[in-house]
């Protein structure tokens, strides 16, 4: 079975552009959960989506959004792209949230690198 | 959110048992600990997780202390490939988000 898929795999921006990331979950999954990661520092939390509403939101500015598909498939965007939003951006899916075996699994990863 | 504490770094030798602690002593009565490892500029891999009891799967066993205030993670027979950077991280279940809450881990260094 194929795992989470994201795409692009890198991606170079400048500064006050936009950026779109997409993520296909494992099949099956109706959550996906986006997720930063800086260099040098664990994964944070920015979105989760649950049958294509938002069920949560971590500590980021409006400039960051998300939206999920009817197949379940999610988009992260970005506006007025700073340095700081350079990162590793993961998606994970899981099965449904708000259970004990709620295992999220990761993707590979967009690298965004804005100059 | 309840907050982990982990040792930054850790050495081991191959084929030996890698014991990685971690400490959640804020840790909720309905939150899991789920354990993840991330190798080099890879996205996180599920490894783990439970409430009260030991568990074991095939990757590793868990160990979580009566008050759950601390677990440990043992990877039995380590090999090379296990050189990760290991997570714990609580997550709740019943509420309206199930978000994972990482901290900085610790680096796994397997060594031959």
């Known amino acids: 079975d194929a795992g989470v898929t994201q795409s692009p795999t890198h991606l170079i921006k400048t500064r006050g552009q936009h950026v779109t990331l997409r993520c296909s979950p494992i099949?099956?999954?109706?959550?996906v959960s986006w997720y930063q990661q800086v260099l040098g520092q664990g994964p944070q939390f920015i979105f989760q989506?649950?049958?294509?509403?938002?069920?949560g939101r971590g500590n980021f500015p409006d400039r960051f959004s998300a939206r999920q598909f009817p197949n379940y498939s999610s988009e992260l965007n970005v506006n007025a792209l700073l340095l700081g939003d350079s990162a590793l951006y993961l998606c994970?899916?899981?099965?449904?949230?708000?259970?004990?075996?709620?295992?999220?699994?990761f993707g590979p990863g967009t690298r965004l690198t804005v100059t | 959110d309840a907050k982990t504490t982990q040792p930054p770094s850790m050495d081991c030798a191959e084929g030996r048992a890698a014991n990685l602690p971690c400490n959640h002593s804020?840790?909720?009565?309905?939150?899991?600990v789920y354990w993840y490892r991330q190798i080099h500029s890879q996205g996180p891999q599920y490894i783990i997780h439970?409430?009260?009891n030991n568990e074991t799967n095939e990757m590793a066993s868990l160990i979580i202390t009566e008050d759950r205030k601390s677990s440990t993670l043992i990877l039995p027979h380590a090999t090379l490939r296990d050189t990760a950077v290991y997570y714990c991280?609580?997550?709740?279940?019943?509420?309206?988000?199930?978000?994972?809450?990482f901290g900085t881990g610790t680096l796994l260094a397997v060594q031959p």
């Open positions: 994970a899916s899981s099965l449904v949230p708000r259970t004990g075996a709620n295992e999220q699994y």
């Open positions: 099949s099956g999954h109706k959550s």
């Open positions: 989506y649950y049958e294509k509403e938002e069920r």
């Open positions: 804020t840790i909720s009565g309905n939150e899991y």
């Open positions: 439970g409430l009260k």
């Open positions: 991280t609580p997550m709740g279940y019943g509420g309206a988000t199930n978000k994972l809450i």
